[in-house]
T-cell receptor, first 114, second 110 residues
Framework: GAGVSQSPSNKVTEKGKDVELRCDPISGHTALYWYRQSLGQGLEFLIY????????KSGLPSDRFSAERTGGSVSTLTIQRTQQEDSAVYLC????????????FGPGTRLTVL | EDKVVQSPLSLVVHEGDTVTLNCSYE??????LLWYKQEKKAPTFLFMLTSSGIEKKSGRLSSILDNKELFSILNITATQTGDSAVYLC??????????FGTGTRLKVLA
């Protein structure tokens, strides 16, 4: 089937507004990752979901960031009260066996906070 | 602290040249090292390396791991303009987390 999809592809928002970013992983993939990539930087781990286990939220930079994964499939990353430093590309990836397999990335959402 | 360092940060070559990209790492409980190519947004998988000294090859690209000296190299021979991209290295320290380097930006001129 299709690869990992993300929406929107681009999001421009005003400082202080909330945003929701969506990720549809590859069907059947049990592991889902969110990363953030700031300009000229590598990928920064944000959060990891594996099946029905409690997610690893250790990479979330502040309590303004949260993520959910409903039904073990679609995931939503929410950023509340956005700040200019939140501007980045947010990438989602999924894999079939978690850390024992390779990750397949979505096209990302470019977030710009004015 | 676990870290992954890539070099050079950027590279400009002409078509037909051969390039070697480096990735060095310091992690506890090394599990695997991955190479990705990132052209626009989504990184695309190139290689996964787990065993030292075994070369992985795909067309003009090849990669090898040295887990004694803690580095990997990615070679691209007979470069083409389509090879222009950021090449990312990621290392798994024995968990599901991957630590990414900042990447090497390669530009191939016609």
């Amino acid at each position: 089937g299709a690869g990992v999809s993300q929406s929107p592809s681009n999001k421009v928002t005003e400082k202080g507004k909330d945003v929701e970013l969506r990720c549809d992983p590859i069907s059947g993939h049990t592991a889902l990752y969110w990363y953030r990539q700031s300009l000229g930087q590598g990928l920064e781990f944000l959060i990891y979901f594996q099946g029905n286990s409690a997610p690893d939220k250790s990479g979330l930079p502040s309590d303004r960031f949260s993520a959910e994964r409903t039904g073990g499939s679609v995931s939503t990353l929410t950023i509340q009260r956005t700040q200019q430093e939140d501007s980045a590309v947010y990438l989602c990836a999924s894999s079939s066996l978690g850390h024992t397999d390779t990750q397949y990335f979505g096209p990302g959402t470019r977030l710009t906070v004015l | 602290e676990d870290k992954v360092v890539q070099s050079p940060l950027s590279l400009v070559v002409h078509e037909g040249d051969t390039v070697t990209l480096n990735c060095s790492y310091e992690v506890t409980n090394f599990r695997s090292l991955l190479w990705y190519k990132q052209e626009k947004k989504a990184p695309t998988f190139l290689f996964m390396l787990t065993s030292s000294g075994i070369e992985k090859k795909s067309g003009r690209l090849s990669s090898i791991l040295d887990n004694k000296e803690l580095f990997s190299i990615l070679n691209i021979t007979a470069t083409q303009t389509g090879d222009s991209a950021v090449y990312l290295c990621a290392v798994s320290p024995g968990t599901y987390k991957y630590i990414f380097g900042t990447g090497t930006r390669l530009k191939v001129l016609a």
